[in-house]
């Protein structure tokens, strides 16, 4: 096992403190892949959940795992959508149904317990509110300080008080949420702090499984598709990954085409796609009302746009208008509330069958990224207000009607 450069090949021990190479390129965490003797079958009997496939994550002395249950999220068949928005064989895989409802519990889990075998006390991050969210939560049950960095104002209201009741240093920085992953990028460099945004490669590592679980639950029959929210880009590269790695292994035999969606105030990966570029050009002001993807500068372009191109895949940008619309959509046709930014990978999904990108016969996954309660204020805006009645008249007034 080791860390080796995505851009020059540099390998790196995992137990150094490197988190990207001396060239600037990414890290990937990399196995001895012939060694590991895994078949559908070894996992008969075992706990689900990101453990479950220990083989391939870069702890294993159980004394140092830090979990929570994370994973083992449900993989939901959607028949009214398909019906609604035309196509065969759609499925949700809900990530709002982790620990501290988003997928980062997955990263997380394994991003402290290396915390943990690393030595370190204090760990940090800069987040839009799920990561700070998932550490907070994560280094509290690791006995260990925990500093965020927010950006001012933009915090949807669930993640903010999660963070602080898990008990988190909380900061908030006048800027976006690139600014503060700058400057936690400083603080780890100069060993304040173990950074665990997922420019930290074993942050991907945990995420991963959200692949190798998609696989098994439908089967070994991996899907022709994932479509996947996009803002800094660890999520798509992640579970690309872990599809990449179970097909090398030979537990299955196909790989989907990975599909990011952004959303337009803030699609640069979306940019570089349409350009056939494999880098990016940055937005200074990203907008938009799904916070937990509003990022102009996403540290993971660089695999995030591997894993597109070399699965024949795609990236799409959709407006808020249409994420909201997305929302209501999945929560009222399939009693699935997910978070704005969760949303646009079904937008998307509507999106590329009204282009004809994404064909009406193919089996589809969505990966929906985040709990709808998180942000309860963009939620409560998108309804009519509740009906107020005085006395059983009024209500009985109300409801013949
Ligand atoms: C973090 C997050 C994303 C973006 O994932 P990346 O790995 O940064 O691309 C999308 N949706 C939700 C709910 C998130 O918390
Ligand atoms: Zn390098």
């Not at 002395?61 to 083992?72: F, M, T």
């Not at 317990?113 to 280094?139: E, F, I, K, P, Q």
């Not at 991996?222 to 537990?251: C, M, Q, T």
């Amino acid at each position: 096992m080791k860390q080796r450069c995505i851009e020059c090949g540099k390998e790196y021990n995992v137990n150094e403190v490197v988190y990207t190479c001396e060239c600037g390129g990414l890290l990937e965490i990399i196995y001895d892949y012939d060694s590991i003797e895994l078949d559908r079958d070894s996992f008969k009997g075992r706990e689900f959940g990101v453990w479950r496939y220990i083989e391939l994550l870069p702890v294993k002395d159980k004394d140092k795992i830090v979990s929570l249950k994370e994973g083992n999220t449900p993989l939901y068949r959607c028949k009214n959508l398909e019906k609604e928005l035309g196509i065969k064989e759609l499925y949700v895989k809900n990530e709002g149904a982790n620990p501290t409802g988003s997928f980062k519990d997955r990263g997380m889990t394994v991003g402290v317990s290396l915390a943990n075998v690393l030595g370190v006390d204090v760990v940090g991050c800069a987040s839009t509110g799920n990561t700070s969210a998932s550490l907070a939560a994560y280094s509290a049950k690791a006995n260990k300080k925990c500093i965020v960095l927010l950006p001012e104002g933009k915090v949807a209201l669930g993640k903010l008080a999660q963070a602080m009741f898990y008990g988190a240093m909380v900061i908030e920085i006048a800027g976006n949420f690139d600014k503060a992953l700058e400057m936690v990028r400083k603080l780890a460099e100069n060993k304040y702090l173990y950074l665990l945004n997922s420019v930290n490669p074993f942050r991907l590592e945990g995420q991963k499984t959200i692949g190798f679980e998609i696989a098994e639950q439908l089967n070994w029959d991996v899907p022709d598709r994932v479509v996947v929210p996009v803002g800094n880009a660890g999520n798509i590269s992640a579970i690309w990954k872990g599809f990449k790695e179970f097909y090398k292994i030979g537990l299955i035999d196909n790989l989907p085409k990975m599909t990011g969606i952004q959303a337009e105030g803030a699609k640069p990966i979306v940019e570089a796609f349409k350009r056939g570029d494999k880098d990016i050009k940055p937005y200074d002001n990203p907008e938009t009302v799904a916070t937990a993807i509003r990022i102009g500068n996403p540290v993971n372009a660089k695999k995030a746009l591997d894993a597109i191109y070399s699965s024949n895949g795609y990236a799409e940008s959709v407006s808020d208008e249409e994420i909201l619309e997305a929302q209501k959509l999945l929560a009222r046709r399939e009693g699935i509330f997910v978070e704005p930014a969760s949303a646009s990978s079904i937008a998307g999904l509507k999106k590329l069958l009204e282009e004809g990108v994404i064909d009406r016969d193919e089996r589809v996954v969505c990966i929906t990224t985040g709990h709808g309660l998180k942000d309860p204020d963009t939620a409560i805006k998108a309804c009519e207000k509740p009906i107020k009645v005085k006395d059983m008249d009024e209500l009985l007034k109300i409801i013949k009607n």
